[in-house]
């Protein structure tokens, strides 16, 4: 008797959680964004949430929550009620500033419910027209007959391109300076000030001023080059192959969120990312939606593994 009981409670809750799910969602969305407007990450944020209004005919919410290494918007999330009305962009940094930031307190395994993977898009390294470095070796060959004074802008602590100019500076065999702003644009202003010798940003973010001439492109992540930049090299071609210049954005939950819920909100983006008039809109902003993305539980993971190693081979502390 005790069992057939539970079992129908157990298939009772199923039930109530797959009702739910149907009505999700009956009130606004706030999607939680760690960098400030004008970014890589607001842009992906924004055209999502637009297009879910006319999917879920709820107003969806961008909140702009930049600061202390994403620890600001990642607790907000993190205390938020699990019921899929809350959730927060991720991308390599939510991996990364858990092994080397002793306030992000938080394990992207464990203390989170993955949603789902979006897109991927190409770092680039670039600077101003008037730099004497044409090159990333002219860059580079600077950066060895004066250390310490050669400045490398770009979005962090703790970011995929924070990982890059130290991963450089390694293989380089370079004495730079890591520049950190609370943004991609903020970071690429810096350069067409001239305020530093470079930036490591998302193409997004330089696309605009490389075609106005305003900044000059020494490299780009990828693994090929890229169709539209056919004359700028590849990392792998200027003999760096193991800096993988390449970021992704993705979105998880509050602990707890019920599975339904959250099947329903992968589906519903994994949709709109694909829709023609938003994917135009990305990959003409270099944000290439994932075709057939792994289960974003299990990309977290490796992705843990990945830049533990490539932290504990680059030497950074927290």
């Not at 190693?309 to 927290?318: D, T, V």
Request: hydrophobic share 45%; proline share 8%.
């Amino acid at each position: 008797m005790i069992r057939l009981t539970s079992c129908f409670f157990a298939l009772l809750l199923s039930c109530a959680c797959a009702a739910w799910a149907q009505s999700f969602p009956a009130k606004p969305v706030h999607l939680v964004v760690a960098f400030p407007a004008g970014g890589t990450a607001d842009l992906l944020a924004r055209s999502v949430g637009d297009a879910l209004v006319d999917t879920w005919r709820q107003p969806v919410i961008v909140e702009n929550k930049p600061g202390a290494g994403a620890i600001i918007a990642t607790a907000q999330v993190q205390r938020a009620a699990p019921d899929g009305y809350t959730l927060l962009m991720v991308a390599p940094s939510f991996v990364m500033n858990p092994m080397l930031n002793s306030e992000a307190r938080w394990d992207p395994t464990k203390d989170f419910t993955p949603v789902v993977q979006l897109v991927t898009s190409p770092l680039v390294i670039a600077t101003s027209p008037e730099s004497p470095s044409r090159t990333l070796k002219d860059l580079i060959d600077k950066a060895r007959a004066n250390p310490g004074t050669v400045t490398i802008a770009a979005v962090g602590p703790n970011t995929q391109q924070h990982m890059i100019a130290e991963m450089l500076k390694l293989e380089a065999k370079v004495d730079w300076v890591y520049a950190p702003y609370n943004g991609g644009a903020p970071a690429v202003l810096a350069a067409l000030g001239g305020h530093v010798d470079a930036v490591i940003a998302n193409y997004s973010e330089v696309s605009a001023h490389i075609a106005g001439g305003r900044l000059r492109m020494l490299a780009t992540g990828t693994r090929e080059r890229l169709e539209n930049l056919k004359d700028v090299p590849t990392l792998a071609e200027l003999g760096y192959s193991l800096i993988d210049g390449t970021i992704w954005f993705g979105f998880v939950a509050p602990l707890g969120t019920p599975r339904e819920v959250v099947q329903k909100i992968r589906t519903d983006m994994q949709k709109v990312v694909n829709l023609p008039s938003v994917r135009d809109k990305l990959v003409g902003q270099s944000l290439y939606p994932v075709p057939s993305p792994e289960p974003f539980g299990t990309f977290l993971a490796a992705q843990s593994q990945r830049y533990g190693s490539l932290i504990r081979q680059a030497g950074l502390k927290q």
